[in-house]
């Protein structure tokens, strides 16, 4: 089964705008962490925003937050005041307990328009 | 601080042939771990170790071999190369639960 689903292939966002990218997450462990990482068109994975399972608040790291619904098992990212150097794939990605391997989702594309 | 440092950048090959991907990582991490992205995927765990002279599989282990004799490398080996794995590896190493750094990438193509 998934561990980790983003639904939303590919996304437009006018430059100025918010966007929210979908993120929804399986695990039966309480003890879990979840992740944003961006990757630009040069390749490279720059980690975004780390929320974990027992922190109370949503995690804000400047533009970027995470929307944490833990019932819902969602952990949806807001880009807030899109730029066009926001354009790029978003990956969601979890930890579980003690294990410290990355499970990732498939992925959304942002496309930020002038 | 170099941080998690992947050679080579790119690469082709031709079917059948050998392979040593390199990742050094400088910031003394216990946790190391091989990836493969394929084109507009998501990263799939190939191996991973948890300490000098320890390996295990990931989710996708077939085809590749490695090694960690130090805490600093964790070369990734492909004997036997095969267009299925055309892909762009990334290494990452982490020594907490949160804190993850990963290299640029090796772009490989088989063919």
């Known amino acids: 089964a998934q561990k980790i689903t983003q639904t939303q292939p590919g996304m437009f966002v006018q430059e100025k705008e918010a966007v929210t990218l979908d993120c929804t997450y399986d695990?039966?462990?309480?003890?879990?962490?979840l992740f944003w990482y961006k990757q630009p068109s040069s390749g490279e994975m720059i980690f975004l925003i780390y929320?974990?399972?027992?922190?109370?608040q949503n995690a804000t790291e400047g533009r970027y937050s995470l929307n944490f619904q833990k019932a819902r098992k969602s952990a949806n990212l807001v880009i807030s005041a899109s730029q066009l150097g926001d354009s790029a794939m978003y990956f969601c990605?979890?930890?579980?307990?003690?294990?410290?391997?990355?499970?990732f989702g498939a992925g959304t594309t942002v496309t930020v328009r002038a | 601080n170099a941080g998690v440092t992947q050679t080579p950048k790119f690469r082709i090959l031709k079917i059948g042939q050998s392979m040593t991907l390199q990742c050094a990582q400088d910031?003394?991490?216990?946790?190391m771990y091989w990836y493969r992205q394929d084109p507009g995927m998501g990263l799939k765990l190939i191996y991973y170790?948890?300490?000098?002279?320890?390996?295990d599989k990931g989710e996708v282990p077939n085809g590749y071999n490695v090694s960690r004799s130090t805490t600093e490398d964790f070369p990734l080996r492909l004997e036997l190369a095969a267009p299925s794995q055309t892909s762009v590896y990334f290494c990452?190493?982490?020594?907490?639960?949160?804190?993850?750094?990963f290299g640029s990438g090796t772009r490989l193509t088989v063919v």
């Open positions: 990452a190493s982490s020594e907490t639960s949160y804190g993850y750094t």
């Open positions: 695990t039966s462990d309480p003890s879990y962490g």
């Open positions: 929320q974990g399972s027992y922190d109370q």
């Open positions: 990605a979890m930890r579980e307990g003690n294990d410290y391997k990355l499970s």
């Open positions: 910031m003394n991490h216990n946790y």
């Open positions: 170790s948890v300490g000098a002279g320890i390996t």
